[in-house]
């Protein structure tokens, strides 16, 4: 049986996830990452995407998760997630109708500012949508 | 001397009110409940970004991010946090106490106001200051899409320069007996410097400059999270607490009034009787 380690994902608001898990594929700034029990330390940044986990035991869960930080050392990683939320606790009406306001407001707005935030919220939104559909690959 | 109709009538009156500061004491204790679950779930997620925070500045070495900038101070920013409603005892006059104790110092326009909820609002409003920025209503929950914005336009202020340090004064949350109203500072961020030898060998991606700018904006926001939190438990234990001692004292008006009227009910039967035994007397002699 691989090694596991602990892994820890924290929003603003509560501790989502505290499990011993043996591996997690993350949606790395740089691309997506995996991580693997005794992983050098490491600090990255995280990008609107899905967060694979195979728990100790094999059983695997995906999420979407909506950026964040992810922080390995020690063999223990911390998320510190914006938002996440299983497939199962996505609204896809919700997150389509998010995703259509968003790529309104890219048309007609002009501010530097406003195009990253609508940006963002557009790739959040698709990123819900995504998971939903494709939840095991 | 008042009528018994007249004191029953005070006694129904006050039963009424009564029911009420009872049933806003029972909805203010559950309120309480929630708000504080979401003070203590939200702990580790601030302590961790804090710490990161700390890990990343120590990292990146010479920090000359604008936010950390320590300048002059000739403007300043207070954030002044209290409740929408009254009925919460001296909760929202004690943060504007404090608050106008601290803008003492200094004239009324090196300060710029940044009133949450509506109290706050009102009266520095009707007291004829111009604020800064202002969130009218905190609501009855943390709202993350506030604290949002408030965060955005603060880090704003202090990136153009209208202030050169931003404070936020709110009640902390200790237990629900006690609370205790008090000022932190915001801006410009101050990492604790940890020693050199805390910081371990991390691999940084993609830099550990460019997560730390990434990271920044997150840590402001999530500390008016926190004290928005703290705010709110507060507010609603001042409630819980100060709609608790009104139902007492409504117990103990009407257990007064219910004496002086059975007094009174008690002084007209003994008249009465008198007159019936002064009357049959009087027959008797005749």
């Not at chain 1, 223990?76 to 997150?95: H, K, S």
């Not at chain 2, 004496?259 to 008249?271: E, S």
């Amino acid at each position: 049986m691989p090694e596991s380690f602990q892994l820890t994902v924290l929003t603003p608001v509560r501790t989502l996830l505290d499990e011993r898990v043996e591996s997690v594929v993350a949606p790395g700034a740089e691309g997506y990452l995996g991580v693997l029990a005794n992983h050098a330390p490491l600090i990255t940044a995280l990008i609107p995407g899905k967060l694979a986990v195979r728990l100790a035991g094999g059983e695997t869960r995906a999420f979407a998760l909506s950026g964040g930080f992810l922080e390995v050392s020690a063999n223990r990683a911390v998320i510190l997630a914006d938002a996440m939320e299983e497939p199962g606790q996505i609204d896809v009406e919700r997150a389509k109708r998010a995703a259509e306001r968003a790529r309104e407001r890219l048309r007609d707005i002009h501010g530097k500012l406003d195009v990253e935030r609508a940006e963002a919220a557009l790739a959040r939104a698709l990123n819900r949508v995504k998971v939903i559909s494709e939840p095991r690959e | 001397m008042a009528t018994i109709k007249q004191i029953r009538r005070r006694i129904r009156s006050v039963k009424n009110t009564q029911q009420i500061t009872k049933a806003m004491e029972m909805v203010a204790a559950a309120k309480l409940r929630r708000s504080q679950d979401r003070v203590t779930s939200a702990r580790p997620y601030a302590a961790r970004i804090g710490a990161m925070l700390e890990n990343l500045a120590a990292a990146a070495g010479d920090v000359s991010h604008p936010l950390f900038e320590v300048r002059p101070v000739r403007r300043r920013a207070l954030v002044v946090i209290a409740s929408d409603k009254g009925l919460c005892g001296s909760f929202n006059m004690n943060v504007i106490r404090a608050a106008e104790r601290i803008m003492e110092e200094g004239e009324r326009s090196s300060w710029d106001l940044v009133p949450v909820g509506r109290r706050v609002n009102q009266y520095f409003g009707k007291r004829g200051w111009a604020f800064g920025y202002t969130l009218p209503e905190l609501g009855d929950q943390v709202d993350a899409a506030r604290a949002h914005a408030l965060a955005q336009e603060l880090v704003a202020m202090q990136l153009r320069g209208q202030v050169d340090r931003v404070d936020i004064l709110f009640t902390r949350f200790v237990s629900t007996m006690s609370r205790r109203v008090e000022s932190v500072p915001l801006l410009p961020v101050a990492a604790g410097h940890i020693d050199g030898g805390a910081v371990k060998e991390y691999i940084y991606e993609p830099s550990a400059e460019a997560i730390f700018r990434t990271l920044l904006p997150r840590y402001v926001e999530n500390r008016i999270l926190q004290v928005m939190a703290e705010s709110l438990a507060s507010e609603h234990s001042a409630r819980m607490v100060s709609m608790g001692a009104a139902t007492n004292n409504a117990r103990d008006v009407i257990s007064n009034l219910t004496l002086v009227a059975n007094k009174i009910r008690q002084a007209a039967i003994t008249r009465e009787i008198s007159e019936i035994v002064g009357g049959a007397d009087g027959q008797k002699r005749s």
